[in-house]
T-cell receptor, first 113, second 115 residues
Framework: AQKVTQAQTEISVVEKEDVTLDCVYE???????LFWYKQPPSGELVFLIR??????QNEISGRYSWNFQKSTSSFNFTITASQVVDSAVYFC??????????FGSGTRLSIRP | NAGVTQTPKFQVLKTGQSMTLQCAQD?????MSWYRQDPGMGLRLIHY???????DQGEVPNGYNVSRSTTEDFPLRLLSAAPSQTSVYFC??????????????FGPGTRLLVL
């Protein structure tokens, strides 16, 4: 069965601290995609990154970085030098079987000034 | 492009009432889907469509109907609303139904309260 686990329900850090959001997934498919989405207090879902199952190369985009490890079925997201605007709920998602997607329960990140 | 649009933004229903949540996209995307988001839970897939005339059930389809008569529109119908359907509903689309390459775009959401 497919599953996405975000064990961290809530995280609170002080501005400028680094923070890592964990995502662990389960799937029997050999071809799949992993995503991270951000949901700010305004409620919309914002796409952050997509990674396919054959590409374990880590990615950095500004203060954001992602670490994909198939050996541990993890796709973790790190924010460096966090800012108040990073406060949001972050969702990890797994796309499998061509058209099915399952989301984790989300991690609420609060950045304190 | 307007992207993915949803109407209404907010709706209050009484138990047993019916209504349709509208979703439209102007990106010529084949794949469209509906999710519900409940407190403490991630998004759960209700129904999806891989193209006009084709729909299929997701994880939580009971109590909802969909149809896809055009590429642009994918309405979600609640035939007899129940308090358990109180939720935030998101519509999403991506370019194709079978490819893994595309980004999925989400609408702004519809907040539904069933009394």
């Amino acid at each position: 069965a497919q599953k996405v686990t975000q064990a961290q329900t809530e995280i609170s850090v002080v501005e400028k601290e680094d923070v890592t959001l964990d995502c662990v997934y389960e799937t029997r498919d050999t071809t799949y995609y992993l995503f991270w989405y951000k949901q700010p207090p305004s409620g919309e879902l914002v796409f952050l990154i997509r990674r396919n199952s054959f590409d374990e190369q880590n990615e950095i985009s500004g203060r954001y970085s992602w670490n994909f490890q198939k050996s541990t079925s993890s796709f973790n997201f790190t924010i460096t030098a966090s800012q108040v605007v990073d406060s949001a709920v972050y969702f990890c998602a797994l796309l499998y079987s061509a058209s099915k997607i399952i989301f984790g329960s989300g991690t609420r990140l609060s950045i304190r000034p | 492009n307007a992207g993915v649009t949803q109407t209404p933004k907010f709706q209050v229903l009484k138990t047993g009432q019916s209504m349709t949540l509208q979703c439209a996209q102007d990106m010529n995307h084949e794949y469209m889907s509906w999710y519900r988001q409940d407190p403490g839970m991630g998004l759960r897939l209700i129904h999806y469509s891989v193209g006009a005339g084709i729909t299929d059930q997701g994880e939580v389809p009971n109590g909802y109907n969909v149809s896809r008569s055009t590429t642009e529109d994918f309405p979600l119908r609640l035939l007899s609303a129940a308090p358990s359907q109180t939720s935030v509903y998101f519509c999403a689309s991506r370019l194709t139904g079978t490819g893994f390459q595309e980004t999925q775009y989400f609408g702004p959401g519809t907040r539904l309260l069933v009394l």
